[in-house]
């Protein structure tokens, strides 16, 4: 993994001023009150000597829904080396009691969740990469072209010993193949989410089923998929492993991605990806004109932005963007921190 300290300095250092003397990292069990012009790089460097800390910090307390969001008046407790905000308890609640002379408990934070918000409708669609249709619809009572909620259809599946009455499907379309930016090769092709459809009967091994919510047209040759509801918040979470990766692909047209776009990637469920996951987006960094010498190693990749798993199959994830700094592109490096 490329030098990972160099990479958070580039991407979020901030001025921070701050008053007094450091508090060295010996002195434990204190209580700080963070103050104007404070930053997690500075809290971190102040009390445990290492800036470096602060995306444990930011990771670990779900009051800090973004690293440069941080409020005078929010308190911070500095307990074994390590740095935990106190959560701010409503004047409903009543706060635990405190007896004097006597360490406290550390007190049990609820998860940190990211809002994930829908421009279209539905999943985020998928790139198809060896996974095989489980059907598809075949007809329709009707001798229309297009297809739309409610409508009733027919469905051919590979396994329909497995069919009951009430499941439901995800409809998909294939789109284009998606070319690895790294390899040149194939990897997949777009799938587009059409909507969904459940099935109402079964009759004599013909199955069939009702349309129900409709993003996109649909067309007889349908392909059904496992239907994942769509979510409007991530709880996130800390991935297993250290892994890396490329941006395969973007949901939008657009040339430049930035926050609140999605992107797709090439890590998927068997990688240990999983919903909820960060994962940091960098590139090569390309040593400038005006550079004073050569190093003999690569300088360190820059830090573009960071992004939160939003869905995830086996070998590829959606993943929209909530940070933002420099402009992103398809084939930049993507990588997630275990801690």
């Not at 002195?27 to 700080?32: C, G, I, R």
């Not at 000597?49 to 690293?67: C, G, Q």
């Not at 960060?278 to 005006?290: A, C, D, F, G, N």
Request: proline residues 8%; negative net charge; glycine residues 8%.
């Amino acid at each position: 993994m490329r030098p990972f300290s160099f990479l958070l300095l580039t991407l979020f250092l901030l001025p921070a001023l701050f008053l007094g003397q450091p508090t060295r990292a010996q002195d434990q069990d204190q209580t700080y009150i963070i103050q104007k012009g404070d930053t997690l790089w500075g809290i971190s460097q102040r009390f445990i000597s290492d800036p470096y800390y602060w995306p444990n910090l930011w990771a670990d307390n779900p009051e800090i829904t973004n690293p440069h969001l941080i409020y005078p008046g929010q308190k911070v407790r500095i307990h074994n080396g390590r740095l935990i905000f106190i959560p701010t308890y409503t004047p409903a609640a009543k706060p635990p009691p405190v007896v004097e002379d006597e360490p406290q408990p550390i007190p049990e934070e609820p998860p940190r969740t990211v809002s994930v918000f829908k421009t279209a409708g539905g999943s985020e669609g998928f790139i198809l990469a060896g996974e095989k249709p489980l059907g598809i619809i075949i007809d329709s009572e009707d001798n229309r072209s297009l297809l739309t909620e409610s409508d009733t259809v027919f469905v051919k599946m590979d396994n329909p010993d497995e069919v009951s009455v009430g499941d439901t499907y995800g409809l998909y379309k294939k789109g284009d193949e998606v070319i690895h930016p790294v390899t040149e090769e194939k990897f997949g092709n777009m799938m587009h989410d059409l909507g969904y459809l459940q099935v109402i009967r079964i009759d004599n091994g013909n199955v069939i089923a009702k349309i129900g919510k409709v993003y996109r047209e649909v067309e007889r040759g349908a392909e059904l998929y496992h239907y994942i509801p769509p979510v409007m918040n991530i709880t996130l979470k800390k991935s297993e492993t250290e892994m890396g990766g490329y941006i395969l692909t973007t949901k939008s047209e657009k040339l430049t991605q930035g926050q609140q776009d999605v992107i797709f990637v090439d890590l998927g469920l068997e990688d240990g990806l999983t919903v909820g996951n960060m994962i940091y987006i960098s590139r090569p960094r390309v040593q400038t004109e005006k550079s004073l010498y050569k190093p003999d190693a690569p300088l360190p990749d820059d830090l573009l932005g960071s992004a939160v798993v939003i869905e995830s199959r086996a070998k590829t994830a959606a993943a929209l963007i909530v940070k933002s700094v420099k402009t992103i592109y398809r084939g930049d490096q993507i990588f997630t921190l275990p801690e």
